[in-house]
């Protein structure tokens, strides 16, 4: 028999898409649902208000609006929205401390209150959450990293993400062993000294074995450069005393814990967790930085040693992880591309340069590999599709056929190896093994030069594959022979242009009239958002044209090509930069659905969006809006369509 | 006299229940503990039907209180075939269902002397007046509230039959698990609030306010 709880049942419901509670297993969650205060909050009213001691609840927004205030005199300055399946109130709760922000709605709103003590079982009893929730009060004491994202923006999913792909959050911390210590009756300047000969940020104070304080650089900026504790005093004078100790296998997530709780910046670990026990070692906030694994160069050095393909599909695996980790940080977009891009590049010439080593004799000409379409645009964050294409010197006619086979044979190789290292074959075979992609420079311009003139919707398909190449490998002469040569066709047919511009329109834009999403109509991904072809490709596809219509040479990404477009017209610098900033945002949220989803992050299932993502996608909408008006009129689009 | 020796012969649940009124209530709204419930039933005819179930959940200071809350499901002699359809509870079911009598002192301890409140209150008020009636008990002693009363005290609302549906459209408020006891009660809980802070947006509401004009004529 069961006892029923349609109220509690009906909450639990709601919560459960939601973080940190998705975490949790039903049966908890339920518990927790069933003591759930439900709270309606008229328009214009204060849930609680800034330097208020705390309430014995926290705050999840089931419907309606609530804004974080900061007041700062007599201005009140916003400083954080809160929408459905949001959390407030965490930070005060956890620290025990008040309110440093004042929360009031923004239209009236249904709240779930939740008391300490619930969260403290949260805490207790679930890694993922824990580590949910503590992302939510860090990112609310440090407010890191760019502001349209402000740790929220489609961010909430992702960090539970972590614990799921292994990124070291359950890993045991390695921490330092032999800790630079000394006793309590050295001067303060006698510490810094062993700090600077011993190049450490900061120095125990150990007594018998036992930690008994810690000296940080921060210590001697914050006392001792202001002049307000003489350099000659005993550190006792100016150790943090007693100090935080863990035990020894401690993990991440929880050192990381308890360093928000404490605000500190160093662990001691000792033999049994305790301040009375021996000292074994101390682990600061910078080794956990390092932890996270954030650094590429490492990884570009490693790669660049790599001798065989087994390596190389290792280092790929490697980059996934950190573009994980890069995601997961909010680091700027621009440069995770930057990054990722690098990689992918030297991974290709890796794979290239083995390859030439395995044909029998060395290639008969020169020859250019070219990365097309997303990796050319250096976009290519999630692995997807390899496109890529071969051009070699001219070489006589009867030597034509051979030459060509030569380069197949070779492409083949390379393909087969960027497969195996985990980029999938192209399905519409745009690679250089496909005979019709592995030309002489000669034959290659007549193709563009075709494709130029005789503009049918496949041959304007090539080209945005096509026009989007860069070079990987070989001779950068033939490359830029290649491209003055598509701008001189393009100079004797501008008609050319119009052509393009209508293929950029034939994705309309991605919201009806009724300001719906447009999603797929059948198929596989009934009723899922297109983010690829409905927001990213008119985009991608609007830079494209007018950087051709400039003759702007040799910059194939989307984002430098409107940092391009801004400096020729600057009069459209605000519609560029709008457009450059909803790429931005889409490529990282389409990064971190492929992520999340272990997919190319293509398909966005409505159903699974908040109210506030879907605001927040339609934000983005508005440049392509207006970029496609701009397309439309400068290209006098409406007379062809 | 004749109360003392009835009072002499009545279940202990009911003295204290009867007990609980002899404190003077808090007459702030903001202190007072409401009840918001429902009934599902076998039918609409008080004097054969049977209660089905009951949901109910505490609203204090804005709070809808779910840990506070109520659902009780009871074992039935009677039986009614048509309105399976819309309460969906079947004579033998999976739920756990107590016997009517044990439902009733659950509710009465559950809901003591706070201020009741229902969408057209004056249908289960009366069923479950029935129900107590059969137990040889009195009448409810709680202060009531319908909302469907309390919408017309808003401005410019014509006097007429306000649904439950109706006004969950009007106010907002996702219809989930209509027809559930439990699910009508949090329903109407989150209409009540809603149209408590409707009317303190027009004017100053104070205790009183909410007993005046209540004219019990429910869904009858």
């Not at chain 1, 477009?565 to 490529?587: G, H, R």
């Not at chain 2, 009840?35 to 709070?63: C, H, M, Q």
């Amino acid at each position: 028999m069961i006892m029923k709880n349609t109220i509690a049942e009906r909450i639990y419901d709601f919560l459960k898409n939601f973080p940190p509670f998705d975490a949790l297993k039903k049966e908890q969650l339920l518990k927790i649902a069933a003591q759930v205060k439900v709270i309606y909050v008229e328009n214009e009213s204060f849930i609680f208000k800034q330097e208020e001691k705390p309430n014995a609840n926290f705050y999840v927004v089931k419907e309606g609006a609530i804004g974080l205030f900061r007041s700062v005199e007599k201005d009140n300055i916003l400083v954080d929205k809160c929408d459905e399946g949001d959390i407030f109130g965490l930070r005060a709760l956890i620290q025990n401390d008040i309110y440093a922000l004042s929360a009031k709605t923004k239209e009236e709103s249904i709240l779930y209150a939740i008391s300490v003590e619930l969260l403290h079982e949260i805490i207790e009893t679930n890694e993922r959450a824990k580590k949910f929730l503590i992302a939510c009060y860090s990112t609310n004491i440090k407010s890191p990293y760019a502001k349209n994202s402000k740790g929220q923006l489609f961010a909430n999913e992702d960090v539970l993400q972590l614990n799921k792909s292994n990124i070291n959050d359950i890993q045991t911390v390695n921490f330092h062993k032999n800790p630079v210590s000394c006793t309590k009756n050295i001067s303060i300047k006698e510490a810094a000294q062993i700090m600077c000969s011993k190049r450490v940020g900061s120095i125990l104070i150990v007594e018998k074995n036992k930690p008994i304080g810690i000296i940080t650089d921060k210590d001697l900026r914050v006392k001792i450069a202001t002049g307000k504790i003489s350099i000659n005093d005993k550190i006792t004078k100016i150790m943090s005393s007693p100090v935080i100790t863990s035990q020894e296998g401690i993990s991440v997530a929880e050192a990381q814990i308890a360093m928000l709780k404490h605000k500190i910046t160093h662990l001691c670990i000792t033999k049994d967790g305790t301040p009375n026990s021996n000292l074994i070692g101390i682990l600061s906030e910078h080794d956990i930085v390092v932890l996270h694994g954030n650094n590429p160069s490492v990884l570009v050095k490693e790669l660049k040693r790599a001798t065989n393909v087994n390596s190389l599909r290792y280092i790929k695996e490697k980059a996934n992880n950190l573009l994980k980790g890069y995601i997961e940080q909010d680091i700027p977009i621009s440069f995770i591309l930057k990054i990722i891009s690098e990689i992918n590049d030297v991974l290709a010439v890796k794979a290239i340069g083995f390859s030439v080593d395995e044909m029998p004799f060395k290639p008969p000409v020169k020859f250019t590999w070219l990365a097309l379409g997303s990796q050319g645009r250096h976009e290519q964050l999630l692995v997807t599709d390899q496109d890529n294409a071969l051009i070699f010197e001219n070489v006589s006619k009867e030597n034509y056929k051979s030459t060509q086979l030569y380069f197949i044979k070779l492409a083949k190789k390379i393909t087969k190896k960027l497969h195996f290292i985990g980029y999938d074959y192209c399905p519409a075979k745009m690679m250089a093994s496909n005979p019709n992609w592995c030309q002489s420079i000669s034959v290659w311009k007549n193709q563009f030069n075709k494709w130029i003139t005789t503009p049918t919707d496949e041959a304007i398909m090539m080209c945005t594959i096509f026009f989007d190449y860069s070079l990987i490998y070989g001779d950068k002469t033939l490359v830029d022979s290649l491209s003055d040569n598509i701008f001189k066709s393009i100079g004797g047919f501008e008609v050319f242009l119009n052509f393009l511009g209508k293929n950029a329109l034939k994705n309309p834009p991605p919201l009806s009239f009724f300001r719906q999403f447009l999603v797929e109509q059948d198929g596989k991904h009934k009723d899922q958002f297109d983010l690829k072809s409905r927001a990213l490709m008119p985009l991608i596809d609007a830079a494209r044209l007018i950087a051709l219509s400039h003759h702007i040479k040799n910059v194939s990404g989307t984002i430098s090509r409107y940092e391009k477009l801004i400096e020729l017209e600057p009069k459209n610098k605000d519609l560029y930069q709008s457009c450059i900033d909803s790429f931005k945002i889409l490529i990282r949220y389409r990064t971190k659905q492929g992520l999340k989803n272990g997919n190319s992050g293509r398909f966005v299932n409505l159903a699974y969006l908040s109210k506030s993502e879907k605001l927040k996608l339609k934000g983005c909408f508005k440049p392509i809006n207006a970029i496609q008006e701009l397309l439309n009129i400068r290209y006098n689009l409406s007379q062809m369509m | 006299m004749i109360s003392f020796l009835k009072r002499n012969n009545k279940p202990d649940f009911w003295i204290k229940y009867l007990d609980k009124f002899k404190p003077k209530s808090p007459n702030k709204i903001s202190k007072t503990r409401f009840v918001v419930f429902d009934t599902e039933t076998t039918g609409l005819e008080p004097a054969t039907d049977r209660i089905l179930s009951i949901g109910a959940i505490a609203v204090k200071n804005n709070n809808i209180l779910v840990a506070d809350s109520f659902e009780i499901y009871i074992k039935q002699e009677k039986f009614n075939r048509d309105t399976v359809k819309i309460h969906g509870i079947l004579k033998q079911g999976h739920l756990k269902k107590t016997t009517e009598i044990e439902a009733l002192e659950m509710f009465l301890n559950f809901i003591g002397n706070s201020v009741l409140v229902a969408h057209h209150i004056g249908f289960d008020l009366k069923m479950i007046n029935t129900a107590l009636k059969r137990m040889n008990l009195g009448r409810l002693k709680n202060k009531t509230i319908d909302t469907g009363v309390l919408y017309k005290k808003l401005n410019d609302k014509e006097n007429k039959h306000f649904s439950l549906d109706v006004l969950c459209d009007a106010f907002k408020i996702p219809k989930h698990d209509r027809h559930t006891a439990a699910g009508d009660a949090y329903l109407t809980a989150q209409l009540f609030l809603k149209i408590l802070s409707k009317i303190k947006q027009e004017r100053t509401l104070h205790y009183s306010d909410l007993f005046r004009n209540s004219e019990n004529k429910g869904l009858l």
